[in-house]
Every structure is written in structure tokens, then in C-alpha cells.
């Protein structure tokens, strides 16, 4: 018994979503998916963890579409709209997958795996003809999706999560940031990703509360929907956040008045997926009165620490671990660090991923002995709460027997006026092992970098000074906003 499409029997006559101008209620989505999976079924009895990608903008359709392979026994491998053939074919090849969902903007683009891999490719819309189904029982411990990693790192490795689990994870931020069944929220984020399918809209939907898609972000759409004043939560990447900064900022007086008192009335804004410059926080509450809670999570993990509902939420930090979780932080010989060290996160729970897709290695490296997740990211605790210093392999700089955190340098950096964003890599040297290189983006009139320096140094010690600063027009960044070091170091 799939938890998730049961408790929507709950609140059969409550909006469920709002999608392309169309309001629907829990009702029609089960109607549609229990129809999405008969037709996926067809005449089988269970597709028994057979991997279905899906190529659906962020809809009503979407939502049936995951529900129905899930209610027919299948593992739902969402695919991302605004990703190349290319990056489409690695998933389709990793995960095996043999049956495409794809909505009719994006046949075209997807109709060459026909040849290629032996894919059979279904219209989004044939799969809503109305046909009664016969749905097997499923367990919650059945693999239930498989989302694939950034790659900011690496080549994108498929993260399995069973009922179960995904269960686990949305139960868990339920409770934490107090879902109740008059929330509406507004998703602006990707649905490949698990930011946009759990902590929105899966919630959400558990919830028995409104999520209204946008499927391409907009500045004043999202300002738009908060003058509407329906909306109760809204969760967004650090990009999302400085765009919507700059959209205020270019609007007359009186509409920044009103615009401030419309957003201020929101019941909870989150920020993720990415480290939020304590720089956006505060011109944020500046502007809307709101704090942003900032939280820690993984495609691996589901969210893993979270600032508090109620309470503290301290700028630069991502809180105390979430109920249920176990959180760590080791030293390279694997002995926990003391109070204020740094170290690398390991993450035990029942939100935890079950294994990666058919890549046994991946999955033993990825787990100690003794069950604990290996995060990769490197972590303080200090004054009761969690800071997160940046990943292991690309905001760790390690100079001199120093290791220095990218991300302190770059919030050090947008403090200064003259500097819109920026982002700090380790560049190697035969000398220092790496050093430390900057690229900024200048607000308006060319920077002098040495001047950078000297601002740098009243705020940051002599080893963490850039020894490089490189201007630059924009930052390279995925569909999540994360700026893509690996990207950046192929312009030294």
C-alpha cells in the first residue's frame, strides 16, 4: 500500500493542484493516475520494478504520471526538461530504462532512443484514456524512483529510493516545518530533483494542501503570486532568491511597499540545494521581514539537518539534525572531530537512500561497516548548530597543509559593494599542492582587484587570500542554481 496515494482518499474534495490555469482535486489526480497506470499496466499485473523515464513538465500530469507508475509496480526515473539528448541518454542507458512518458513538446527530441536503445516511447496523453484498472499490492519496501546525482563532480550516478523511504523523508519534513492541509504553496523548482519532489510537492500532496506549478521560472510571476496572497510556504535555490532580490530593486517605490508586505505574510520560507550567501539572507529579511530557513540535504539523504521552525535560525548555519537522523563528523583517520573542527558528514537514517542503480562499488564506498552514509561534505558543529564548509573534492581547498573552505572566501567577497557574485575554486600548484582562485562578477563599474585584496584581508587571514582574481561575465551553473566548479576550472 503505497501512504502517499492513500492519504489523498482523505481529502478527496480539497485542490490538490493548480496547473496551467486549472484547478484540480485530490479526486481527479487519483482518477488520472489509477487511468496513467492502467494504461502503463496494459493487461499485465505488475510492472514489477520495471524503470519508466518521463519526460513531463511540472503539472497535473507530472503528478499522475509518478503516482500512476508507482500504483502499477513501477520505479518512476524522472527525466529533466531542460537537459540535452545527451545528458537524457545517460539516464535512459543507466537505468535501463525501456519505457519513455513524454510529453509531445519533447518527442522530437527523445524519438531517436527509439533506434538507439530499444525504447518505446508513449505520448503523454495516451496514457490518460479512461480504463479501469486492476493494481497490484505494493510493499513499502519496493524500489519506488531513481533520481540522478548533479554531476557537478561526477558522472551522475542513480539514487535509488524505495516507498519506504520517500515515505520517511516527506513524513519527516511534514512534521519539522508544520505541513498542514491549508498550506498552498507555488513550485518554481525542477522535478527531477529531489528539492522540488519531495519538500514541495510531496508534501504537500501528504498533506492534504495546494501546489500550483510554474513550469518556467519568472521573477514577476513569483512576485505576482505572492501579491495574490494565497500562497502559505515558498522554497527556492539561493539563485532564486537573488533574482527575485533584483526584481524588488528595479521596481518603483510603492510596488517594493507592496510587494514587502505581501511576501511578508507567508508562514515559512526555505532555501537549499545550494549554500545561501549570508548576503541574500539578510537583504531578504531586509526586504520581506522573513528569515530564511536554510536547511542541509542530498539526493542521497533527503533533508538531513534543518534550522528550526520555531526558534533560532542563525545565518551561515543549517541547524540541528532532523528528527530521526543520526548525524557525525570524522577526521581523515575516521575519529569524530571535536566541537568547532571540521569534518567530513556521515548520515545514518530511515531517510537514507537504498543503494545507487546497479553500481555495487559505488554503493560499498559510499557506506561505512556500520551503516553510516559517507556525505562528502565538510562540516563544523559549533555553538549547537551545523555550518556547512563545502564539499570535500571542490569547496575544500587544501594549501600549504591548510584546508580552507570556498565558501567562507566567498561570502567574505559579496560583502564588498562592488561585487555581484562570485565563486572560489583550488587551482593546482607544485608548490602549495593548490591555491586559491577567484572569479567575480563586478555590479556595475570594472573592479580593482587589488583593492579586493585589501578589503579581503580585514576579514580573512593571509592563507585564504585569493592568490588569483579573474573577472567574469557569469557564473556556469546547473538547473539548480549550483555554480559548476569543475566548469570554472577549465577557464585557468
Known amino acids: 500500500m503505497i501512504t502517499l496515494l492513500e492519504r489523498a482518499k482523505l481529502f ?29 499496466l496494459n493487461q499485465k499485473t505488475d510492472l514489477n520494478e520495471a524503470r519508466i ?36 541518454e545517460h539516464v535512459v542507458n543507466d537505468a535501463e530504462v525501456k519505457t519513455l512518458v513524454v510529453h509531445k513538446d519533447y518527442y522530437t527530441l527523445l ?5 538507439t536503445h530499444a525504447v518505446d516511447i508513449f505520448l503523454l496523453s495516451s496514457l490518460f484514456v479512461k480504463k479501469e484498472p486492476l493494481l497490484p499490492d505494493i510493499v513499502l519496501d519496493r524500489r519506488a524512483m531513481i533520481l540522478y546525482t548533479s554531476g557537478t563532480t561526477n558522472k551522475p550516478k542513480g539514487v535509488v529510493t524505495t516507498h519506504q523511504i520517500i515515505e520517511s523523508q516527506i513524513k519527516t519534513l511534514v512534521d519539522a516545518w508544520q505541513w498542514v492541509q491549508e498550506d498552498y504553496i507555488y513550485n518554481v523548482l525542477p522535478l527531477h530533483h529531489v ?68 511576501a ?17 539572507l539578510e537583504k531578504w529579511r531586509t526586504i520581506t521581514g522573513q528569515t530564511l530557513l536554510e536547511r542541509y540535504g542530498m539526493t542521497e539523504i533527503g ?25 557525525k563528523l570524522l577526521n581523515t583517520s575516521g575519529d569524530e572531530v571535536e566541537q568547532g573542527e571540521a569534518g567530513e558528514i556521515h548520515i545514518k537514517g530511515p531517510s ?43 569547496d575544500i581547498i587544501k594549501s600549504g597543509g591548510y584546508k ?4 567562507e572566501i566567498e561570502d567574505a567577497l559579496r560583502k564588498q559593494d562592488l561585487i555581484k557574485d562570485c565563486a572560489v575554486i583550488g587551482s593546482p600548484d607544485k608548490e602549495w599542492g593548490e591555491v586559491v582562485v577567484a572569479f567575480i562578477i563586478s555590479s556595475g563599474s570594472p573592479i580593482g582587484h587589488q583593492k579586493v585584496i585589501e578589503q579581503l584581508k580585514t576579514e580573512l587571514p593571509a592563507y585564504k587570500l585569493p592568490r588569483k582574481i579573474i573577472s567574469i561575465d557569469s557564473l556556469p551553473r546547473n538547473v539548480l542554481g549550483k555554480v559548476t566548479k569543475n566548469a570554472l576550472k577549465s577557464l585557468l
Open 12 to 40: 478527496m474534495d480539497r485542490k490538490a493542484i493548480v496547473s496551467n490555469g486549472q484547478d484540480y482535486n485530490y479526486k481527479a489526480l487519483l482518477k488520472a493516475s489509477h487511468n496513467v497506470a492502467a494504461n502503463l
Open 53 to 88: 523515464g518521463f519526460l513531463v513538465p511540472p503539472s497535473f500530469e507530472y503528478v499522475a504520471v509518478q503516482w500512476g507508475i508507482w500504483a502499477a509496480g513501477g520505479i518512476a526515473v524522472p527525466l529533466c526538461v531542460n537537459h540535452p539528448l545527451p545528458s537524457i
Open 111 to 115: 524519438e531517436p532512443l527509439k533506434q
Open 195 to 262: 528539492h522540488g519532489i519531495i519538500n514541495v510537492m510531496s508534501c504537500a500532496l501528504w498533506s492534504g494542501a495546494c501546489c500550483e506549478f510554474q513550469e518556467v521560472f519568472s521573477a514577476e510571476c513569483v512576485w505576482k503570486a505572492f501579491l495574490g496572497r494565497k500562497l502559505r510556504l515558498f522554497m527556492a535555490v539561493p539563485t532564486i532568491y537573488f533574482k527575485l532580490i533584483a526584481y524588488w530593486e528595479n521596481s518603483p517605490e510603492a510596488k517594493q511597499k507592496e510587494m514587502s508586505s505581501a
Open 264 to 280: 511578508s505574510e507567508l508562514r515559512l520560507m526555505v532555501s537549499g540545494s545550494a549554500a545561501l550567501p549570508v548576503s541574500v
Open 303 to 327: 533533508m538531513g539537518l534543518s534550522n528550526l521552525y520555531n526558534g533560532e535560525r542563525r545565518p551561515g548555519f543549517v541547524g540541528l539534525p532532523l528528527p530521526g537522523v543520526q548525524v
Open 352 to 394: 537514507v537512500f537504498k543503494e545507487y542503480w546497479n553500481n555495487t562499488e559505488a554503493t560499498k564506498k559510499a557506506f561505512t561497516k556500520e551503516g553510516w552514509f559517507i556525505t562528502g561534505d565538510i562540516a563544523i558543529h559549533q555553538n549547537g548548530m551545523y555550518k556547512i564548509l563545502g564539499r570535500d573534492s571542490v
Open 404 to 407: 580552507i573552505s570556498a565558501l
